[in-house]
């Protein structure tokens, strides 16, 4: 017991301070992101419109990945520019669209190959 009679003081809750993401993680995913963005959109440039030759199924299939995938990175780049992209749930968010992203560009990628050795 204390020597004074006041009653105790109530404890403010302490907070424990937000961490966020370590300098430079999101400067590097948003390089990553334009780099694999400008590949994609030269790639789609070239062997979408400069390519000679007739479309066939797979091809069509391969440009509407490839599209999907443009989308999907611009969509990425958005939300890591985003202030909130440095809170650590919302950047692994940004990284799994980046992820699914490259994903659906890497089956475009390949379907491409395919339907120009088919041709």
């Known amino acids: 017991m204390s020597s004074d009679d006041s009653p105790p003081k ?3 809750p302490v907070s424990t301070p937000t961490r966020g993401l370590p300098v430079g993680y999101r400067q590097g995913v948003i390089s990553a992101i334009t780099v ?3 590949f994609s959109l030269l790639f789609l440039r070239f062997w979408g419109f400069e390519l000679e ?3 066939r ?7 509407f990945l490839m599209g ?3 989308l999907g990175l611009l969509v990425t780049l ?3 520019l985003q202030l909130e992209d440095d ?5 692994r968010m940004t990284l799994r669209w980046f992820a699914g992203s490259t994903i659906v560009l890497l089956l475009g990628l390949g379907l491409s190959a ?3 050795f088919l041709d």
Do not use: Q
Not at 57 to 63: I, Y
């Open 10 to 12: 109530a404890s403010l």
């Open 36 to 38: 694999i963005l400008g």
């Open 53 to 55: 030759g007739e479309w």
């Open 57 to 63: 199924p797979a091809a069509v299939v391969s440009a």
């Open 68 to 70: 999907l995938s443009i």
């Open 78 to 80: 958005w939300r890591s």
């Open 87 to 91: 809170e650590p749930a919302v950047y």
């Open 114 to 116: 395919i339907a120009f």
